[in-house]
């Protein structure tokens, strides 16, 4: 049975409403066992909370985003332009964010498995086009 669209869009909901929570076990839990998770961010310095980094399991998601959560005081997300493709179970976005320290406007294209978890995360940083 193929996935509709407002499956994919809830699944898109519940990674943003998990991330306002800024729970990153729920985050963890929208994830497969074993999966891609790749942030092409802004340099790969450690203290930088945008940084580029990777994971390919729930552990690792996990601690990715405490350490996240923990070094972000306060921020604003939008998901927009949302392209979804049910047959492929995936889904582009823009992904505007503001910080106190930032404006970024990031490319975000998700996959699921059969079972709605995710497969591929893909996160471009990058400052908006003015």
Not at 43 to 65: F, H, M, Q, V
Not at 97 to 110: D, G, I, P, R, Y
């Amino acid at each position: 049975m193929q996935v509709t669209r407002e499956q994919i869009n809830n699944r898109i909901e519940a990674y943003a409403i998990a991330c306002k929570n800024r729970d990153s076990e729920s985050v963890s839990k929208l994830f497969a066992e074993n999966f891609d998770h790749i942030v092409h961010g802004i340099g790969t310095n450690s203290d930088n909370p945008w940084n580029t980094k990777k994971a390919t399991n729930r552990d690792e998601i996990r601690k990715l985003y405490e350490v996240f959560f923990s070094n972000i005081a306060k921020y604003s997300v939008e998901y927009i332009n949302r392209i979804i493709d049910t047959e492929s179970n995936s889904a582009s976005m823009v992904v505007l964010v503001k910080s106190e320290t930032s404006n970024m406007e990031n490319s975000l294209h998700l996959k699921w498995n059969k079972k709605g978890e995710i497969i591929y995360f893909y996160n471009w940083y990058g400052q908006p086009f003015e």
